[in-house]
Nanobody, 124 residues
Framework: QVQLVESGGGSVQAGGSLRLSCAASGYTYSRRCMGWFRHLPGKEREGVAGIDSDGSTSYADSVKGRFTISRDNARNTLYLQMDKIEPADTAIYYC??????????????????WGQGTQVTVSS
């Protein structure tokens, strides 16, 4: 079975940094596109950052220049480095994997496997 487990969330002050991790198991992680999504209050889950099998990345406009997605294929782990965090970043963050071929993108409907989410709360 495909399992994705996020960790690293918590409370952080505006302007601070946080690194989220996603441990993947049960499938060929290195060949899959991966992504980070978040659920903000009152909104549908939205894409934050994506990464393909070669390490190319894509970001939502709201996080460009502040967040960095990366992967460690040897450890089957996905990361999201969050810098210059803002109160608007408060959300539940989810790790996700595409079900089919790896093409770069952060459209929610393209991702079939999801973690349980980790809460990030930003105070000002």
């Amino acid at each position: 079975q495909v399992q994705l487990v996020e960790s690293g969330g918590g409370s952080v002050q505006a302007g601070g940094s946080l690194r989220l991790s996603c441990a993947a198991s049960g499938y060929t992680y290195s060949r899959r596109c991966m992504g980070w999504f978040r659920h903000l209050p009152g909104k549908e889950r939205e894409g934050v950052a994506g990464i393909d099998s070669d390490g190319s990345t894509s970001y939502a406009d709201s996080v460009k220049g502040r967040f960095t997605i990366s992967r460690d294929n040897a450890r089957n782990t996905l990361y999201l480095q969050m810098d210059k965090i803002e109160p608007a970043d408060t959300a539940i963050y989810y790790c996700a994997a595409r079900v089919g071929g790896c093409v770069l993108g952060i459209n929610r409907g393209d991702f079939a496997y999801w973690g349980q989410g980790t809460q990030v709360t930003v105070s000002s």
